[in-house]
């Protein structure tokens, strides 16, 4: 298609590059709109297309053949897919396939029952669920429902689990969510776990062999696990807390590191040294350093040494004690 483009088509009639048409005006000579066969050519062949597309054969006695061909290439806004119902049901299997429906689409409008395969829930509307009336504006189940197979939900809002279950034995108000069931009574769970007055988590609990851990996510950041052995807590702070290292692990390794490490060096006390018998020998002990050498104002020699000290634990060792 295309639009009007002789020499006498009216420019930018309809905005920039948006040609039309005029009468002409011969009051200033202005020319009417000349036209051509590469216009009427485009007219024809748009319009054909279309009756063409929907299967129609051109047919000159006929003036109603655009308006049919639109009416079988696009759906009905009055009574949605009426019409293609009405095609039988060859149109109506090959609609469902197109959809990606299976089965499950030939359910009466009042049932949903998911017994295998896979499932997708998006802008469910039902009113009846395992004979239960539920809220028609969402699948909202009041008893236990079970769906076999995968089942996929679409949307960008939340799964919202609400029903909140006061403990008053634990001042607990908790909100179940998730079940993972294993074998031999094996299961982990996922809960919303308000401490009441004290703090909130997303809780985990994992049961087996006998055992029963629970891991929190709190709300001040910490990751706390509850077990058997003793509880643990990795801090908002980074740090870890826990009975291994009785308390904080920051404190421990500090306290470790005091005792075991060296923290600082330094010379000790002057000692004087004496040359040995009949030598000009002096000897510094072990772990000593020679300080100064003092020749005298009479040729008397004289040395002295300091030792060598290392701070472990807040005491000064001399090194060759260790």
């Known amino acids: 298609m295309h639009r009007i483009d002789t020499s006498t088509a009216q420019k930018d009639k309809f905005g920039a590059g948006k040609n039309g048409f005029t009468g002409g005006n011969p009051q200033t000579g202005e020319l009417p709109t000349a036209l051509d066969a590469d216009y009427f050519d485009s007219l024809q062949e748009e319009i054909s297309s279309v009756i063409e597309a ?71 509307t039902v009113t009846t669920f395992n004979g ?31 029903s909140v279950v006061n403990v008053p034995g634990d001042n607990s108000n ?32 994992v049961v087996s062999g006998g055992n029963t851990i629970t891991f929190d996510m709190r709300q001040d950041g910490s990751f706390v696990s509850l077990n058997p052995v003793g509880t643990w807590q990795i801090l908002p702070s980074g740090d870890v807390f826990g009975p291994k290292w009785g308390g904080n692990l920051s404190d421990w390794i500090s306290s470790w590191s005091r005792s075991n490490f060296m923290t600082d060096t330094r010379l000790g006390s002057v000692t004087t040294l004496y040359k040995a018998n009949n030598t000009n020998v002096f000897t510094c002990p072990s772990g000593y350093s020679f300080s100064s050498i003092d020749t005298g104002d009479v040729g008397t020699v004289t040395a002295t040494a300091r030792p060598i000290q290392k701070q472990i634990n807040g005491n000064w060792i001399t090194v060759s004690q260790l």
């Open 174 to 205: 908790q909100t179940f969510g998730l079940r993972l069931s294993g074998s031999a009574g094996q299961r982990s769970d996922e809960l919303f776990y308000e401490k009441v007055g004290t703090y909130a988590a997303r809780r985990f609990v």
């Open 54 to 124: 929907a299967g129609l054969t051109l047919s000159k006695a006929a003036n109603s053949q655009l308006k049919d061909a639109i009416a079988r290439l696009t759906l009905s806004r009055k009574s949605p897919f009426s019409d293609i119902k009405s095609d039988g049901s060859a149109a109506l299997s090959t609609a469902r396939s197109n959809l990606g429906l299976g089965s499950q689409a030939l359910q009466s409008s009042d049932a949903v029952n998911i017994t295998g395969g896979n499932a997708t829930l998006s802008n469910l």
């Open 132 to 162: 239960k009336t539920v809220n028609p504006e969402a699948l909202n189940v009041s008893n236990t429902a079970t769906f076999a197979g995968a089942v996929a939900f679409t949307g960008q809002d939340y799964l919202n689990k609400s």
